[in-house]
C-alpha cells in the first residue's frame, strides 16, 4: 500500500495567491495552474488580462513539474539538437513543456504538486512560480 501526499485546494490556493501577489507587483496579469502530484490540475487562476494563449500552457507547465518532477527549464537546456533528450517536448501528448515557468512543489523532500505560470517572459513566469512556492511555504509554517 502506498501513501501519497499531494496538495490540497487550500494549498492551491495559497500557491495561487503568492503567485498572483508577485505578478501584480511586477504588473503582468498571469495565468496560474496547479496541479497535483501525477500532473491533475486542482486550481487554475486566469487573472484579468492573462493571455488566452497561456492557458493551456500554464497548465502543461504544473503537470510538467509536477508529473515529470522537474522545473520546466532544466528540460529547457536538455531539449537542444544533438542532446539525447531533444524532442521530449512532444512526449506525453505534447503536455511537456521546456519553457521556464513550471515548478515542482516539494514537501518534506516529496513532490506534491506543481505550479505553472504563463503570460510574461520564462524568468517573469518563473519568478512568480517561485513567489507562489515561497508565500505557500510560508504559509504552512
Known sequence: MLTIKRLGLADAR????????????????MCIAITDESGN???????????????TIAQDKSFTASAAKKATHDYNAANVPGSLAFGIH??????????????????????VGGIGISSGTPQQDMDCAQ???DYFMNQRS
Open 131 to 133: 513567489a507562489g512556492i
Open 90 to 111: 512532444t512526449e506525453v501528448g505534447c503536455r511537456i513543456s521546456s519553457v521556464g515557468g513550471g515548478l515542482p512543489v516539494i514537501v518534506e523532500g516529496e513532490v
Open 14 to 29: 495559497l500557491l495561487i495567491e503568492g503567485a498572483a501577489r508577485k505578478a501584480d507587483e511586477i504588473g503582468i496579469p
Open 41 to 55: 490540475l486542482i486550481a487554475f487562476e486566469r487573472m484579468d488580462g492573462g493571455k488566452i494563449t497561456s492557458v
